[in-house]
């Protein structure tokens, strides 16, 4: 008996955004189709400025096209009021360049942040987090604060807590953009590993055309539109 496909989680269709800068509008996204398969680490190259951060940020429903529609599990976020995309959002982890972690919080509690607002009880918060950083390989460092972290260890705390709250995708703006090459290097295979174990769908932004080695496909992106796509064997 063959397997069947795996099926489109995340969809694009002729996505357009337009910023308005003083009296000159600016095209970051010109028309962008997009498909992602459940499962899926897909990467999203491009230079500075070719709109691949504001397609992610259309993506996780963070904000909302100028036309076109976003599918996620067949749902057109584009339409939805704010409630409506915040409950979208409930199903996807965040990671970014900058690591947002809140500095008089040691790493336990950064991780427990998140699902303190999703209303997570105290005891169910400590015992995931918990996992969340073994996961990562920081069991010993969950008192440890920020400032006592190395940045790939800051990182890794980050991930931890966007994976907290057992979203279904995962979300990564150039999440080894501020890291020399043997931490960018340990931050994906820990990434690469997530993605192969637990068939998390993965999208992540980045202009180092070294991380794709990675990814089962590389998406690039110039001047706000798709101009190539290539899956890995």
Known sequence: MTESAPATV?????VRKTYQMGEVNVEALRGVDLQVKE???VAILGPSGCGKSTLLNL???LDVPTSG???IDGVDVSTLSENGRAEARAKIGFVFQFFNLIHRFDAIGNVELGMSIAGVPRRERVQRATEMLKLVGLEDRVHHRPSELSGGQQQRVAIARALANRPR???MDEPTGNMDSKNAKDILDLIKRINSESKMTMIMVTHDQSLTEHV?????MLDGRIVSEEARA
Do not use: E, N, P
């Open 10 to 14: 995340l969809q694009t269709i002729a």
């Open 39 to 41: 499962g899926d680490f």
């Open 59 to 61: 993506i996780g429903a």
């Open 69 to 71: 529609q976003i599918f």
């Open 169 to 171: 995708y995962l979300l």
């Open 216 to 220: 089962t496909r590389t998406i690039r």
